[in-house]
């Protein structure tokens, strides 16, 4: 069954089919082909998939986005981030930078991000000086950080595949964010320095941060609700994405009075896309897992890395290469649903810490929505910035070393994903 569902998965992928399909069809052929199992099975393993409490909260965290950013708490924030940071050189880059980091705290997602702030900051990017190969990188590297920052979509995924808390995994990434985050703004301080762009504006005042910091305060305290809520225990990270999509709601309704009820109809039929998109991804990829399991393939890959090598350094480093080259072209969610029920009972096996494993192969993820030629956040990037793939491609390398850079911190100095978790839970 493996061979028939691999070699059709890849021609699948070839000639275009779309990545959701190509695995449902492939794990369909298998099944009928490769054995005697009533093709039903297929129909009940998707369901299955998808019929998970803690997989909700991924759905509801890309609504709680979308009300968020329909009320227009992604404006509040970049004026708060603007009145801190853009008086620096290369401030309006580094605003951006900030801007993305707050709002993937609100979000969970990469996409998501991207749309809510990058379109309101891209404007202002070219006025101060920035190429549009240079906005491109650094939309996709800041819109990167919503699969690592908490609430992280991806990291709602691992945790429901394995089991695993997800409160700490939602802690585990907060410094790896704010180390990508650090790392993009002092990209963009070189490239302003380099070009002699972005010089700031003015002087730093803190009348104005303050004034800035009460308008946007029920925004900003947004991430700390959601975050709060789940690792002190008052609710489960599908609770929190209830709460947040109802504080959204209050926000946008009640106190910035931003929202109209006729909104609510685009705000819900985005949702409901990028919704559909994961569940289904989620439910058919357990096709494979059905499959991966009734063929033992767990164990015979076991096998074979624990015969390559018996060091748990060199086990890991092979799945994330793994990773990170399948990422390159399966989309994330899709990539993980099928690679990781196979490898994280290896590495728990090897007394990896699931916790580090769980950031790292978050992070490891994100690679591939950096890099062509799925590169969902590299395109969509692109969009915003009104670059082509030649232009766009000239600073993606430096955020995807940047991002690989941190992956390696995170390898040798595991206390990066471990501090926060041990000193709050």
């Keep these: 069954m493996i061979i028939i569902a691999v070699v059709a998965l890849l021609i699948l992928l070839v000639i ?85 980091m707050i709002f993937a705290g609100i979000s969970g997602s990469g996409a998501a991000t991207m749309s809510a702030v990058g379109s309101l900051t891209v404007p202002e990017l070219k006025k101060v000086g920035y190429e549009r190969s240079f906005i491109a990188a650094l939309i996709a590297g800041s819109g990167s950080l919503g699969p690592i920052i908490p609430p992280s979509t991806n990291m709602i995924v691992f945790a429901s595949l394995t089991g695993f808390s997800v409160g700490k995994l939602f802690l585990g990434g907060v410094v790896p964010g704010i180390l990508i985050g650090v790392c993009l703004m002092v990209m963009c301080y070189l490239y302003a320095r380099k070009h002699n762009v972005d010089n700031g504006t003015g002087t730093f005042s803190f009348k104005a941060v303050l004034k800035a910091f009460k308008e946007a305060f029920f925004a900003l305290i947004t991430p700390l609700i959601i975050i709060g809520g789940v690792i002190s225990g008052v609710f489960t990270a599908t609770e929190a994405g209830i709460v947040a999509c109802l504080y959204g709601l209050i926000c946008g309704f009640f106190i910035y009075k931003t929202l109209k009820l006729r909104d609510l109809v685009e705000i819900f039929k985005r949702a409901a896309s990028s919704s559909a998109m994961l569940m289904m991804l989620m439910g058919i990829s357990s096709i494979y897992s059905y499959i991966f399991a009734r063929e033992n393939l767990a164990v015979k890959i076991q096998e074979f890395m624990l015969s390559v090598s018996t060091n748990p350094t060199v086990v890991v480093q092979i799945i994330i290469v793994i990773m990170l080259v399948i990422g390159c072209f399966m989309e994330t969610l899709a990539a993980t ?10 590495i728990i096996a090897l007394g990896v810490d699931p916790l580090v494993f769980g950031v790292l192969f978050s992070v490891a993820t994100v690679v591939g929505g950096l890099t ?54």
């Excluded at 959701?20 to 082909?33: D, R, V």
């Excluded at 649903?337 to 290896?346: S, T």
């Excluded at 969009?383 to 911190?409: D, G, Q, R």
């Design 16 to 100: 275009g089919v779309p990545v959701c399909f190509a695995i449902g069809l492939s794990g369909l052929l298998a099944i009928m082909l490769g054995s005697d199992v009533p093709t039903f099975m297929a129909v009940q393993q998707s369901v299955r998939g998808m019929n998970s409490f803690s997989l909700m909260a991924g759905p509801l965290f890309i609504l709680a986005g979308e009300i968020l950013g329909g009320a227009q708490l992604s404006k509040r924030i970049l004026d708060f981030c603007r009145a801190c940071i853009s008086q620096l050189k290369g401030g309006m880059g580094m605003v951006s930078v900030l801007a993305n």
């Design 337 to 346: 649903a099928v690679i990781l029920p196979i490898v994280y009972p290896i």
């Design 372 to 425: 062509p030629p799925v590169g969902l956040y590299l395109f969509i990037s692109m969009n915003i910035a009104e670059a082509n793939f030649k232009e766009a491609i000239k600073y993606t390398a430096p955020v995807v070393l940047i991002v690989l850079a941190v992956m390696i911190l995170i390898w040798f100095f595991p206390s990066l994903v471990t501090v926060v978790p041990n000193l709050i839970m």
